[in-house]
């Protein structure tokens, strides 16, 4: 089955589901829960069922022979949906498969959650469900309670100390993950900054993965030890959570990490890590969307890296210059003309005849000269785009008709 993000999964919970206030009609007695479909047992056999929270009694289900409409059928009202009944929903998540970074695949009780949307189910008291399961004996119920807790901007304030209180005593390391992820834009708070910086070096390495973005943050720029632990991150044994810090290291404003992110991206067998380097560097010069850092130390080393020779297939990096050729924006913007008139350092023709450069080297990769033409375009004069299609004409590359192309089709915009 096809992998479905966990981001996702929070969509579906924290956003798509509408909840009800707290009523004087709360329902807190339950159905009998057990759906039909069961694996077969002996009715002496104690290890086929196990205990719920509440005290009763449920057997495990034959979950992938089963529907989403099967996982619902025994919610008695969906427009008061009891507590016990959502958590017994939430619990089946404990039969869906997750790999190693907690990738959920494709599952029924995803679809269950949405076909209760759908049917603008409502739960009776959300503030009861998020505590019983933050208390839950099920990790996976803790963890997905969380999700509960989040809306586009982070964890909810009404929800923080129900969620703080697992920081304490958590051990299981889904749930620990979910709570790096839902408290990813608090750490000014210095209990969370503390976690965080903690199971940033967790030896599971999604977790420091997940701890490395939330520290790179520009939330956590004020934060003390953000700017180290991150340097100290570069060398994270995982080559996803280095990928993370390099893409990410340049949100928090800092030049102090532009000398180790321009080491490896002047390395060309490090060329994996160069779009993630390049992300970095242009959030400190350019800045966009927001355009707010002018970081000249950061622009000169873009430069040193468009300039960088000898070129071949991986170097220049085709998704590093698509970087900075689309942090321009296509059309008039007032926030890029109030930074332009601050970076005084910041010289599209410099830029504009490195790529010149590259077009012009036959060792280019092809998709990097597209990327180069793509950079000219956007920074560059009509004219200097115009002088593109000599240079392409008269180059001896092996891709040049893919490359004239490519050029003939952006020319024609």
């Known amino acids: ?38 694996v077969e047992e002996s009715d002496a056999e104690e290890t086929d069922a196990e205990e719920t929270d509440n005290g009763e009694e ?64 409502n739960y009776n008291d959300i503030t009861e469900i ?49 709570l790096v992820k839902v408290f990813g834009n608090e750490l000014s708070n210095p209990e969370v900054a503390d976690f965080t910086f903690k199971m940033s070096e967790h030896e599971n390495p999604a977790i420091r993965d997940k701890a490395a973005y939330a520290i790179a943050s520009p939330w956590s720029k004020e934060v003390d030890g953000t700017v180290e ?80 020779t000898p070129r071949n297939e991986n170097v220049p990096y085709w998704s590093a210059i698509s970087t900075i050729a689309t942090a321009k924006p296509e059309t008039q913007d007032d926030k890029f003309q109030i930074w332009e008139g601050k970076a005084s350092f910041y010289n599209p023709s410099e830029l504009i005849d490195s790529m010149f450069d590259i077009l012009k080297d036959p060792e280019t990769n092809w998709m990097a000269c597209n990327s180069a033409i793509d950079l000219v375009q956007r920074h560059g004069t009509e004219e200097q785009f115009g002088s593109i299609k000599e240079i392409i004409e008269s180059s001896e590359h092996p891709d040049k008709d893919t490359i004239l192309n490519s050029y003939n089709g952006k020319s024609n915009k």
């Open 229 to 308: 632990r991150l340097i100290e991150m570069m060398e994270d044994k995982d080559e996803e959570v280095r990928k993370t810090v390099y893409k990410n290291a340049g949100r928090v404003g800092d030049e102090r990490i532009i000398d180790p992110i321009v080491k490896t991206l002047m390395d060309p067998e490090q060329y994996d890590f160069h779009s993630n380097c390049m992300d970095s560097l242009a959030a400190l010069w350019i800045g966009f969307p927001s355009y707010e850092n002018t970081s000249e130390k950061a622009y000169r080393a873009t430069i040193e890296y468009f300039k960088f």
């Open 58 to 121: 449920i057997k495990d289900l034959d979950y992938e022979n089963m529907t989403a409409e099967d996982l619902i059928k025994d919610i008695k009202d969906i427009e008061n949906i009891t507590t016990d009944e959502t958590l017994t929903l939430l619990e089946t998540y404990k039969y869906v498969e997750m790999d190693d970074r907690f990738n959920m695949e494709d599952n029924i009780t995803n679809e269950a959650f949405s076909l209760l949307r759908e049917r603008n189910a």
């Open 1 to 38: 089955m096809k992998k479905t993000l966990i981001t996702i999964l929070t969509t579906v919970l924290a956003v798509g589901l509408v909840f009800t206030g707290c009523g004087d009609n709360k329902d807190k007695s339950t159905a009998d829960n057990t759906p039909e479909h069961l």
């Open 130 to 178: 998020l505590e019983q399961g933050s208390q839950s004996s099920e990790a996976i119920v803790r963890a997905e309670v969380l999700q509960f807790m989040v809306s586009m901007f982070g964890i909810k304030d009404e929800y923080k100390e129900i969620a703080l209180k697992l920081l304490k005593t958590e051990e299981d390391p889904y749930v620990l993950y979910t």
